[in-house]
């Protein structure tokens, strides 16, 4: 069994990812605010089977409902889940627990993975690095917020394509090195 990084290397690596990465190519042009307010909850999961990992994501949900001072929780699996197909056997179970636990229209579930493959893409396609991320990690953002923010914000829909278009203009060559040098940072923690 894999010795557990300590929470504080895994929360600094996704804080360096998401300051660089997310913030750093506007993939998400809602989280420089709260990155900046620290209103996200960095969660860590050790959890290594589904029952274990859907429980926490469960107790993270009841979190954000009882904690208004939290914006968005990322809940990262330091341990489990690096396979992309059991992963998203996690996903699908996650949003059950949304949809089949009182959650919905309250919580909305987005995923992020160091192999994320949007289905029907190859792997080697660069739209994939908009979501491409250190480690597995459950996202849980707050429905009524992202609809304020989107209500305001020019041309929401269009947000995929963009990042799409920048992950393109970016290149091959900078991915492999940024996700080289992640990977890098993630077997130092």
């Not at 690096?82 to 229209?105: C, K, N, P, T, W």
Request: hydrophobic fraction near 35%; charged fraction near 25%; glycine fraction near 4%.
């Amino acid at each position: 069994m894999k010795t557990p990084p300590s929470h504080n290397d895994v929360i600094q690596s996704i804080r360096t990812w998401l300051s660089d990465i997310i913030i750093g190519h506007n993939f998400c042009p809602f989280a420089k605010r709260e990155f900046e307010r620290d209103s996200i909850a960095y969660r860590i999961c050790e959890s290594i089977t589904l029952d274990e990992a859907t429980n926490q994501f469960l107790i993270e949900l009841q979190n954000l409902e009882q904690n208004n001072q939290i914006e968005t929780s990322l809940l990262i699996f330091s341990l489990g889940f690096s396979d992309f197909d059991e992963y998203l056997d996690l996903v699908a179970m996650a949003q059950a627990l949304i949809d089949r636990g009182g959650y919905g229209g309250k919580f909305q579930l987005a995923s992020l993975h160091p192999d994320y493959c949007f289905e029907g893409e190859s792997n080697d396609d660069l739209s994939n690095y908009t979501n491409r991320s250190p480690l597995p990690i459950l996202h849980i953002l707050r429905e009524s917020s992202l609809d304020r923010v989107l209500r305001t914000y020019p041309d929401p829909e269009n947000i995929p394509q963009r990042n799409i278009a920048k992950a393109q203009q970016l290149g091959q060559a900078y991915w492999l090195r940024t996700m080289r040098k992640l990977s890098a940072q993630k077997t130092d923690i």
